[in-house]
């Protein structure tokens, strides 16, 4: 069965600070991972995806996320941490047990604090 | 203009009483889902629409029955609601999934449901 993991509850980091926030996965075959973030009160946002290709992917507001099959992670990094960015982060991989459901099973989410 | 809405913001009521959750997308995608987020922000998939057909159902207690009047809408009511369905429902939607995995699941900002 495909899972995902985020070891951390809580990551705190000063404002201009290089940030990472940890996710490692199980799979079988080739997986798809997401990272979504969530503002208090608010829907999640999309961040970034890995399908194939490059192992460091580039998404929206800074973040971008290196997949690395051989650790079976995909730690989501930002070089300079803003204080808006404190946040609830999710790490997310397709489920492909079931054919093309587009099931999403995510992380338990970490939340990060960014502190002036 | 939204991409993906959800109506009610917020809804309060009391056990035994049934309510629903309406979901618009304006994406044009043919897929959409209901996520339940718990009070530890654990997200989970409830369901999943193919263009109006069911296609996930993930051991959902039958007294959440969603329906989808077209591939713009997919509701969810809940009959007779107990405590535990308090959480954050979230709808989302994205293109049909495919074996490229590539698709993007979009978020609504959720339906923050009280059962009291």
């Known amino acids: 069965a495909q899972s995902v993991a985020q070891p951390e509850d809580q990551v705190n980091v000063a404002e201009g600070n290089p940030l990472t926030v940890k996710c490692t996965y199980s799979?079988?075959?080739?997986?798809?991972l997401f990272w979504y973030v969530q503002y208090p009160n608010r829907g999640l946002q999309f961040l970034l995806k890995?399908?194939?290709?490059?192992?460091l992917v580039k998404g929206s507001y800074g973040f971008e996320a290196e997949f690395n099959k051989s650790q079976t992670s995909f730690h989501l990094k930002k070089p300079s941490a803003l204080v808006s960015d404190s946040a609830l982060y999710f790490c997310a991989v397709r489920d492909k047990g079931s054919s093309n459901t587009g099931k999403l099973i995510f992380g338990q989410g970490t939340t990060l604090q960014v502190k002036p | 203009d939204t991409a993906v809405s959800q109506t009610p913001k917020y809804l309060v009521t009391q056990m035994g009483n049934d309510k629903s959750i309406k979901c618009e997308q304006n994406l044009g995608h043919d897929t959409m889902y209901w996520y339940k987020q718990d009070s530890k922000k654990f997200l989970k998939i409830m369901f999943s629409?193919?263009?109006?057909?069911?296609?996930i159902n993930e051991t959902v207690p039958n007294r959440f029955s969603p329906k989808s009047p077209d591939k713009a809408h997919l509701n969810l009511h809940i009959n007779s609601l107990e405590l535990g369905d308090s959480a954050v429902y979230f709808c989302a939607s994205s293109e049909i999934p495919g074996t490229s995995g590539s698709e993007t699941q979009y978020f609504g900002p959720g339906t923050r449901l009280l059962v009291l």
């Open positions: 799979v079988s075959g080739n997986p798809y």
């Open positions: 890995y399908i194939t290709g490059d192992n």
């Open positions: 629409y193919n263009n109006k057909e069911l296609i």
